[in-house]
């Protein structure tokens, strides 16, 4: 039996599915009340006791659940640190108690972005508050024997909240702004899922990265992937991100990972 952390997440929701086709047993938790069932147990990490956890026996858990916005991570450094670091941790370290192996889902931003490709031999050096709380969680988790880290870079699905209004505006003709600079290495759901699968059950230690090939601007990204839709190719302007108000935030230059 395996367990997700953070059921409600896009990447859990998605391993959900997965899992209910090919039948393989597992639960996923969830911090919402109207949910919760024997399949849905009960976890939110701003509490460190899981009394619904107790009796069940899993082979491994995957850790999905986390405070994803990184703008929120810069703000409340502290209240994030104590979800993405210290509870996740807890947590871990129970689960290991009990013999499960487990799987930290990380990310590109524990990197500084100035190389691209980068390597999972290659020193961490994160740059922004979300990238130091995840270097931080995954030099804990790999303390534990039977863990590993799958680091990820931009996760693309078509029901992405920025792609459905892009997609939106564009179908009635009107005109998208995107980023000249900046960038991601976008990777689907779909191989994202698959690799969490594989890694679950082949249950090896160590650091994983999966990403798209290549660093694309948010516009050459928007480009190709509305290439279908009548006219985007004039719909889709050139805008930058360094004339924005979130400009006392770092991001890397390059998220690609090898
Ligand atoms: N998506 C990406 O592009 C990407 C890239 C790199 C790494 N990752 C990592 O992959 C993992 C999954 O990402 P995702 O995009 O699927 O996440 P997501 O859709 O943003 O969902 C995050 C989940 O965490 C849950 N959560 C937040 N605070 C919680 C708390 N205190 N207790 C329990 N649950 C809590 C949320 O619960 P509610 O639904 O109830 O709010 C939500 O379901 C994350 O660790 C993320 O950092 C994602």
């Not at 991601?184 to 230690?205: C, F, G, M, T, Y």
Request: with cysteine; glycine share 4%; hydrophobic share 35%.
């Amino acid at each position: 039996m395996y367990l997700i952390i953070g059921g409600d997440s896009i990447i859990g929701s998605a391993l959900s599915a997965f899992w209910e086709e090919k039948k393989i047993s597992y639960c996923a938790s969830t911090r919402r009340s109207e949910q919760v069932n024997q399949k849905r147990p009960y976890i939110d990490l701003a509490s460190l006791i899981w009394p619904q956890l107790e009796t069940g026996q899993y082979d491994a858990v995957v850790f999905c659940a986390a405070a994803t916005k990184l703008a929120d991570c810069e703000e409340y450094p502290e209240t994030t640190r104590a979800i993405n670091v210290e509870a996740t941790v807890a947590l871990a370290r129970f689960m290991a108690l009990r013999g499960s192996y487990l799987l930290f889902l990380s990310t590109n931003q524990v990197f500084d972005g100035t190389k691209p490709h980068r390597k999972v031999s290659d020193k961490i050096c994160p740059i922004n508050e979300y990238g130091r709380q995840k270097a931080d969680a995954e030099r804990l988790f790999r303390q534990e024997s039977r863990s590993a880290v799958l680091r990820l870079s931009k996760v693309i699905y078509p029901d992405l909240p920025l792609l459905r209004h892009w997609e939106s505006r564009l179908q009635k003709g009107q005109s998208i702004e995107a980023y000249t600079d900046m960038y991601l290495a976008p990777i689907s759901l779909e191989k994202v899922v698959k690799r969490i699968d594989q890694l679950l059950q082949n249950k090896e230690p160590g650091i994983f990265h999966i990403s798209g090939e290549e660093d694309v601007s948010y516009y050459s990204f928007a480009k190709s992937y509305f290439s279908d839709i009548p006219n985007a190719d004039k719909l889709i302007q050139k805008s930058t991100f360094s004339k924005t108000a979130l400009l006392s935030m770092k991001f890397p230059r390059y998220t690609s990972l090898q």
